[in-house]
């Protein structure tokens, strides 16, 4: 086992999907784990989310949130944690750059997260992404690790 | 379309998505990391080897949380949790379920099980499943895997 290099790091979770965001539940007072869409941008994880146990876990505790991305391709695996604080993303600028870059990370990919869906016109599209919040987890800390 | 999945597909789910994440609480936030389990009946079986997971496990030993997800495509997924309590189990119990497991989950992660599992210092433990709840986003996709 290595450790990643943050810069190994970065590049990873550049192109991987999806990965998972872990939030504590404090009604259950357990952890919670789902995957979700997402895109890494000067050092936040930026994800869409719609009203649930998800957005409620994260506004409960949003100074307990993680992400875990992992991967192989057979001949090597590898994970990574990232922890932080969430925030819910009001600004106009900041959503727009998300947005954007949540659209090139997917663009033409089979898993494109079900908001970049639409019937095709411009109308469905916004309404798709109005419907949903968008979040961050602003990483404080980033660690990962490689198997061989 | 989305659709819940009965409690046996979510079993048969990770049964052949033997590869998940462990999620538990520690003192400082939820952690998590991903694992190979042996499915059983009520029971998730796994080893580990000392360190903050195992830590946080023997201190938080409810309420762990275990994730497992397929994703072919957006209209061709599938996404199961399950909760449950944590508890320490003998190498005679688990090491042979282990292995078995191991040895069809391809080469990489057979050998590093192989090796890791044969240390002195392993730990054999299981979650005891308690609620497992499952989505599709097709009605068939439980079933292709």
């Known amino acids: 086992m290595e450790k990643l290099e943050l810069?190994?790091?970065l590049a990873l979770l550049a192109v991987e999907r999806p990965g998972r965001l872990l939030t504590v539940d404090r009604q259950r007072d357990e952890p919670y784990l789902v995957?979700?869409?997402?895109v890494l941008l000067a050092g936040s994880i930026y994800f869409y989310t719609e009203p649930g146990r998800k957005l409620t876990a994260l506004r409960d505790a949003p100074q307990q949130v993680g992400f875990e991305v992992d991967g192989h391709d057979g001949y090597v695996a590898w994970s990574i944690l990232a922890s932080g604080h969430f925030a819910e993303v009001r600004s106009p600028v900041e959503r727009a750059a998300a947005t954007a870059g949540l659209l090139t990370k997917y663009r033409g990919s089979a898993v494109a997260p079900i908001w970049a869906r639409s019937d095709g016109s411009l109308a469905s599209f916004v309404r798709n992404l109005t419907a949903a919040e968008m979040?961050?987890?602003?990483?404080?800390r980033l660690s990962g690790r490689r198997w061989r | 379309?989305?659709?819940?999945?009965?409690?046996?597909?979510?079993?048969?789910?990770?049964?052949?998505?033997?590869?998940?994440?462990?999620?538990?609480?520690?003192d400082h936030g939820p952690y998590a990391?991903?694992?190979l389990f042996a499915v059983q009946p009520s029971t998730l079986a796994f080893y580990t080897l000392p360190g903050r997971l195992l830590s946080s496990l023997r201190r938080h030993p409810l309420g762990v949380m275990v994730e497992f997800d397929w994703i072919e495509s957006s209209s061709h997924w599938v996404s199961v949790l399950a909760t449950g309590e944590f508890e320490e189990r003998s190498?005679?119990?688990?090491?042979?379920?282990?292995?078995?497991?191991?040895?069809?989950?391809?080469?990489?992660?057979?050998r590093i099980a192989r090796e890791q599992v044969r240390q002195p210092e392993a730990t054999f433990?299981?979650?005891?499943?308690?609620?497992?709840?499952?989505?599709?986003?097709?009605?068939?996709a439980a079933r292709r895997l």
């Open chain 1, 135 to 140: 979040g961050t987890l602003r990483i404080t």
């Open chain 1, 7 to 9: 810069e190994e790091m």
């Open chain 2, 91 to 110: 190498r005679h119990e688990l090491e042979a379920p282990l292995l078995a497991l191991f040895a069809t989950s391809g080469a990489l992660f057979a």
């Open chain 1, 35 to 38: 995957p979700v869409s997402f």
């Open chain 2, 125 to 140: 433990c299981q979650i005891m499943l308690g609620q497992v709840s499952g989505r599709a986003a097709d009605p068939e």
């Open chain 2, 1 to 26: 379309m989305i659709r819940a999945l009965a409690p046996e597909e979510c079993r048969q789910a990770m049964t052949r998505l033997p590869h998940g994440r462990l999620a538990v609480m520690t």
């Open chain 2, 33 to 35: 990391v991903p694992m």
